[in-house]
């Protein structure tokens, strides 16, 4: 860590910036829904091939290094068992399996560190393995190495109810974290669909269905305990500190939220809480047409409406969905909408919403007001992955992940259907649609390499096109190995560089998790 403080003052003040996107504005009168339809309608398991860790690395990996491994964490906590590595040689997307030499089941942040200091000594690669639920290959080995689980770390440290804030071990994930507090009538919100550590979450910058209202987790982590390359242990904003706010130098949290283990090992997070709301209401809503339904989200936006949850579902993936999760859906460009507060302002919210969408030619509302129909419609939600998956057998997802800003998102949107339909290619969309971020689910078989050369291609021109609009080639999944030619033409040179430079200064061996976020 020589370097760092050289390196780190001349980049860092730029890309550090804090940004609080939680919405608060709640106007709901005629005159501001005028001004917000004005202003838009002027702009606007299957196979897998496994390939073994390069011959430098695995030679590294020696009997005397797994030796050394399992004198820190026990013998027990070591596996070279090839299930066991290929178990984590994956994620649950398309990419193919890559092994890690060694699998690490460390059980404390003592583990971690004297872990970290071993690779770093003698310069093996170390990747930290949250749940495996990412969609980027993110925890592939591709160069062999220690792949480094920390889900088995799984104490809540505390939960301090009064200030909303609560700190996990590693090995949490959000349906436990929610599972432990619920008698204290709060939740964790942010709900990427699977049962994610909150400490891979914060790894990945993951959000999902309820962004639009609670944030991401970029808005959501107020502190995290890291170990760094060289076995370090640092608190990203002091230890013990959970404050709101902090003007208090660089913002080492947000530096490592979305890090994806390529700067440290995330050990602990302390994130916000939320009052479970009052009232909750959920219902779904068909259109004629994909640009009515993302017009409705728009101007649902743009009236202010603190909406819960606004999702799109293209024709494609509401008849998939109808498949796969017994559901009788029309099958039209869809939302699933919900809305949480006290009963009046629920009320109010549905009723700005129904009248936009009226006025969007939207139909056939349907809402779920007891709790087990909104449950199965949004476990129903977060399978449209495997749901789109089962339309090819043997197939393993591929899902493209841009995000626009808002008033962009009905032409980026309706153009991506139009490519679809030149390429001749099978791919419902579905969207979180209130944060201008949408997907296409490509079932891949790997059967079939010609077909993946056409998704990655089609995958390619969304994102430049996305770009181009002012957006992004990752709302929420992360560069992990999918995405690592498209970073430079979204930060621009300087920002590779720049990201280059904080990478150098925190990882000057290059151990942690190699070969991710930059280009080849
Ligand atoms: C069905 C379904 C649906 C969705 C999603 C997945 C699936 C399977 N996802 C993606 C996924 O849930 C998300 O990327 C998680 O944040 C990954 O958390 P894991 O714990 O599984 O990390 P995983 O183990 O998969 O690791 C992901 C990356 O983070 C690193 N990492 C993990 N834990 C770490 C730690 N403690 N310290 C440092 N680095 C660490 C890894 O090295 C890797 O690079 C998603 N996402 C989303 O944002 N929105 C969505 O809507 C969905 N929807
Ligand atoms: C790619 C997936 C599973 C996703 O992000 C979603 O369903 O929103
Ligand atoms: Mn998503």
Known sequence: MRDMSMTLDLTLTSLLSNCDRLQGVNMFSQKFIRHALLLSSR??????????????????????????????????????????????????????????????????????????????DNVVPLIPFGSGTGLEGGINALKGGVCLDISQMKNVIEVNAEDFDCTVESGVTRGELNSYIRDTGLNFPVDPGADASVCGMCATSASGTNAVRYGTMRENVLNMEVVLADGTVLWTAGKNKRSRKTSAGYNLTNLFVGSEGTLGIITKATIRLYGIPEATLSAVVHFPSIQEAVDTTVQVMQCGVPIARIEFLDEAAIDAFNKYSKFDMKVAPSLFLEFHGSPSSVEEQKEVVEEIAKMNNGSNFKWATNADERNRLWKARHEIVYACTALVPGSKPYSTDVCVPISNLPAVIVQTKEMLKKENLVGPIVGHVGDGNFHIFFPVDHDHPEALTKIKAMSEKMSLLAMEMHGTCTGEHGIGMGKRELLEKEVG????????????????????????????
């Open 43 to 120: 702009g606007k398991s299957g196979i897998r091939c496994r390939f073994r860790s390069t011959q430098a690395i695995a030679e590294k990996v020696t009997d005397g290094f797994v030796e050394d491994l399992r004198s820190i964490v026990g013998k027990a906590n070591v596996s070279t068992a090839e299930a066991v590595r290929d178990q984590h040689g994956h994620d649950e997307s398309y990419h193919e399996t890559t092994l890690p030499d060694a699998v690490v089941f460390a059980q404390s942040v003592e583990h971690v560190s004297k872990v970290a200091k071993l690779c770093n």
């Open 493 to 520: 040179i300087e920002g590779l560089r720049a990201m280059q430079i904080v990478k150098n200064a925190f990882d000057p061996n290059q151990i942690l998790n190699p070969g991710k976020i930059f280009p080849v």
